[in-house]
């Protein structure tokens, strides 16, 4: 028998399958995008994810 979570998985690859283009974005693309670098959101990180939300 089918369950839900397999119903919901298959509508996800489905729906992934036709509308992907193909197209992909660099990571350091997107991070300077938004007016950041890759060395200033390192050397803000803590290590820690809980302390890096504040």
């Known amino acids: ?3 839900p979570r397999d ?3 298959l ?3 489905l729906t992934r399958e036709a509308t992907d283009t193909g197209r992909r974005t660099d990571l ?3 991070i ?3 007016g950041f670098t890759r060395a200033e959101l390192a050397s803000e990180s803590t290590g820690d994810p809980d302390a890096d939300r504040q």
């Open 1 to 3: 028998m089918t369950s």
């Open 32 to 34: 300077e995008r938004y």
């Open 7 to 9: 119903l919901r998985d």
């Open 28 to 30: 350091d693309a997107a």
């Open 11 to 13: 509508a996800l690859v």
